[in-house]
């Protein structure tokens, strides 16, 4: 089993900014890619972004330019820098890892989520 732990919401005015961390523990062999989504009341969860082992990343076209997710291997931790943050902004960010684990069947690659953490943009 793998854990997702994020951290780093909370209330934000407009135009701020915030990073979110996620930071994976457990039964990895190795964390391939990694990705940020949310979810607002009301709305499906969404991609917010994603970043492959490497640097290859992918975003929503309502975050690029503003938002960067990037990724710490060595700590098996996933970032998200948020900045010029919008009240359409406000939703339950989850952290998104797919990793393989080495169990009695042999390597296998297994799709974890976080327990999401809230970031609210208002005055």
């Known amino acids: 089993q793998v854990q997702l732990v994020e951290s780093g919401g909370g209330l934000v005015q407009p135009g701020g900014s915030l990073r979110l961390s996620c930071a994976a523990s457990?039964?990895?062999?190795?964390?391939?890619?990694m990705g940020w989504y949310r979810q607002a009341p009301g709305k499906q969860r969404e991609l917010v972004a994603t970043i492959n082992r490497g640097t290859r990343t992918n975003y929503a076209d309502s975050v690029k330019g503003r938002f960067t997710i990037s990724r710490d291997n060595a700590k098996n931790t996933v970032y998200l820098q948020m900045n010029s943050l919008k009240p359409e902004d406000t939703a339950v960010y989850y952290c998104n890892a797919a990793v393989s684990e080495i169990s009695e069947m042999g390597l296998a690659e297994h799709d974890y989520w976080g327990q999401g953490t809230q970031v609210t943009v208002s005055f």
């Open positions: 457990g039964n990895i062999f190795r964390i391939n890619a």
